[in-house]
């Protein structure tokens, strides 16, 4: 299989982020079901999941967030509406910064609001330009987590806010599964969440909360099939027969083995 570069991962999302739009949302990351409310639509969950990320941020309208692999730019326009504050998002995606700008300016955040095309691993930034940093189910896809949590800390002022939410694994994977989560997800390093906590402390973070989600995240999968089947036709035209059977097939192991040894966690952190 190819490896995994920025330039790799951001084709991947120049050819599918339209794709996952369809088939859910412009949020392209997991929905959070709350115990009591399991009927919820994917698209509620997700955006409840960008919701509890925004609440936890706490950002004032003074202040400029960077976002680590902003996809097509829906979250970071979310918490700008909601908050005031100015985002610049980052993604190896060039169709997605376009899309991104196209709508940020369509919704009237043009001036708040912008996405540009660069690798997280090093940032094009200087030291502090930001109050806070977040990266939503970006930094499973990356090289090495240590050089981007290094990265995002650099650019952030001291005390400034950092939020992640990531894939983590609750059980160990076997070889096979490590590398079949490769191709299904682009995921280039599982972590287990003791990692991820001793990660951030080598990373000169300081941990504010840390949720395990896992459970939580668990429809997610069975839903996108759900609506897999559901736009069967438009996927079928844009993607082709042999293409859709070969991802329903790894969607079927994805959805098996991250209920069996996959899972998800919100972490808010600040710049020590
Ligand atoms: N945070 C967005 C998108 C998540 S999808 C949302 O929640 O909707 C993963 C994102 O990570 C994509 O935008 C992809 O381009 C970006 N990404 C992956 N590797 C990257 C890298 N090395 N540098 C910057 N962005 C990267």
């Not at 079901?33 to 969950?45: C, F, I, N």
């Not at 979250?75 to 376009?98: F, K, N």
């Not at 559901?230 to 079928?236: A, K, N, P, S, V």
């Amino acid at each position: 299989m190819d490896s995994l570069t920025p330039e790799f991962v951001g084709r991947y999302y120049d050819q599918t982020s339209q794709l996952f739009e369809l088939m859910s949302s412009a949020n392209i990351h997991y929905g959070y079901w709350p115990e009591d409310k399991q009927e919820l639509s994917l698209v509620a969950a997700q955006e409840l999941l960008t919701e509890m990320m925004i609440q936890r941020m706490r950002l004032p309208a003074t202040a400029h967030l960077l976002d680590v692999g902003c996809g097509l730019g829906h979250p970071a326009m979310r918490i700008s509406r909601e908050t005031g504050c100015r985002v610049t998002g980052v993604t190896v995606s060039q169709v997605q910064v376009d899309q991104g700008n196209q709508r940020a300016a369509a919704a009237g955040l043009g001036e708040r609001v912008r996405f540009q095309y660069a690798d997280a691993m090093s940032l094009p930034f200087e030291d502090g330009a930001f109050q806070a940093a977040w990266a939503l189910e970006s930094l499973l896809h990356m090289p090495a987590r240590a050089q981007v949590l290094r990265e995002m800390r650099r650019v952030v002022v001291p005390g400034g806010r950092i939020g992640i939410s990531d894939m983590i694994y609750r059980t160990p994977l076997t070889n096979d599964e490590a590398s079949f989560i490769r191709g299904a997800f682009l995921m280039q390093s599982a972590i287990s969440l003791p990692d991820y906590r001793a990660l951030l402390a080598e990373s000169g973070l300081e941990v504010e909360e840390v949720l395990d989600i896992s459970t939580n995240t668990l429809p997610t999968l069975p839903h996108l099939m759900k609506s897999f089947e559901h736009h069967h036709e438009t996927l079928r035209a844009a993607m082709g027969e042999a293409a859709m059977s070969q991802l329903r097939e790894a969607w079927v192991q994805a959805a098996e083995l991250y209920r069996r040894s996959l899972g998800y966690v919100l972490i808010i952190a600040r710049r020590g």
